[in-house]
Nanobody, 117 residues
Framework: QVRLVESGGGLVQPGGSLRLSCAASGLIFRLYNMGWYRQAPGKQRELVATISSGGVIDTGDSMKGRFTISRDNAQNTVSLQLNSLKPEDTAVYYC???????????WGQGTQVTVSS
């Protein structure tokens, strides 16, 4: 059974930082592209950043220069460093895994990030 478990969310002041982590199990991690998406109340889910099985990174336009995605294939984890946070970054952040062979895709349960003074 595939599981993606996010951690690291919380309440932070504007300009602050957080580090989100996603621990994956039940899959061959190196064969998955990994990503982070977010969804704010009343809005559609949007791309934050992805990192391919080969390490190629794609970051959403509004997050470039502030958010950094990384993966550790030995630990089966993908992380997201959030810097210079703004109130508009408030959302539930979801971990995503997409197989590079076949069409399997999985989501975590999400972790809440709230940016407020």
């Amino acid at each position: 059974q595939v599981r993606l478990v996010e951690s690291g969310g919380g309440l932070v002041q504007p300009g602050g930082s957080l580090r989100l982590s996603c621990a994956a199990s039940g899959l061959i991690f190196r064969l998955y592209n990994m990503g982070w998406y977010r969804q704010a109340p009343g809005k559609q889910r949007e791309l934050v950043a992805t990192i391919s099985s080969g390490g190629v990174i794609d970051t959403g336009d509004s997050m470039k220069g502030r958010f950094t995605i990384s993966r550790d294939n030995a630990q089966n984890t993908v992380s997201l460093q959030l810097n210079s946070l703004k109130p508009e970054d408030t959302a539930v952040y979801y971990c995503n895994a997409e197989s590079i062979v076949g069409r399997a895709m999985y989501w975590g349960q999400g972790t809440q990030v709230t940016v407020s003074s």
